[in-house]
């Protein structure tokens, strides 16, 4: 179903299953609900308990929706509709693994909330770019790291979404954890003045593309 991802000239990722949009440049993609349906709300039907709906969640943890290619999957099913409603989320969605298309059954649910195109950015250009882009459609910009908005600000409807999961992991570097230097006079690294004036020795560079999981990581790794 989904094809080998491509490097695009721009230093965008291509996905094979997001068409290019006519009107958007190479790095922005339309979004097709469909995707959204075979990847995120089957994933929660094969791995959910649905009891209690108000708490519907995965089995395992939702890191993994993170890198799902479509890059659609909210935190919490409800989500990817309008107001986060539960409007159809009911044990009956079990019949719905059996359902190939979301057209067919999308009368059972609130509208869809999900952004009407999207981008993943590798650099900080490719950001500016696609924020440009969203202007040049007069679109709101939404911002997705992992999808833990329990409000569904990074799903936000019709918005061109920054999923920044190809963002650089700084934390990721060697020298992510940086130590710095006590009782001296000459701190030109501003984050080293703001580290020693709440009593720490150093600290940790994290950048748009990292989640908790590589700053625990790195810390951890520097402790050992």
């Known amino acids: 179903m989904v094809s080998k ?3 695009a000239s721009v230093g965008i990722l291509s996905l094979g299953f997001l068409a290019p949009s006519s009107i958007a440049s190479p790095e922005v993609f ?23 709906p108000q708490d519907t969640h995965l089995r395992y943890s939702n890191f993994y929706l993170i890198d799902k290619e479509a890059g659609l999957c909210t935190d919490h099913l409800s989500c990817a509709f309008d107001r ?3 409007k159809g989320i009911d044990a009956s969605l079990g019949e719905l693994s059996l359902v190939e298309e979301f057209e067919s059954v999308q009368d059972r649910f609130d509208p869809i909330n999900l952004p009407s195109h999207i981008a993943f950015p590798e650099t900080a250009g490719d950001v500016s770019s696609a924020i440009r882009h969203a202007k040049g459609l ?20 019709d918005s061109l979404q920054l999923n920044l999961r190809n ?8 020298d992510a954890i940086v130590e710095c230097v006590r009782n001296t006079n000459d ?8 580290a020693l004036a709440r009593g720490k020795n150093a600290y940790v560079k994290v950048g748009g593309g990292d989640v908790w999981s590589d700053v625990y990581l790195a810390v951890m790794g520097y402790q050992s």
């Not at 709300?41 to 209690?52: D, G």
């Not at 007069?138 to 409807?157: D, L, Q």
């Not at 963002?167 to 060697?174: G, M, P, R, S, T």
């Open 30 to 52: 339309d979004v097709a609900v469909q995707d959204w349906y075979t990847e995120c709300l089957q994933t929660f039907l094969k791995q959910c308990c649905v009891s209690v």
């Open 5 to 7: 991802l491509v490097r």
């Open 84 to 86: 986060c409603s539960y």
């Open 187 to 194: 701190i030109t690294d501003r984050a080293c003045g703001i």
């Open 167 to 174: 963002l650089h992991k700084y934390a990721n570097d060697d």
């Open 138 to 157: 007069k679109k709101k910009v939404s911002i997705k790291a992992t999808g833990h908005s329990y409000a569904g600000s990074s799903t936000v409807g």
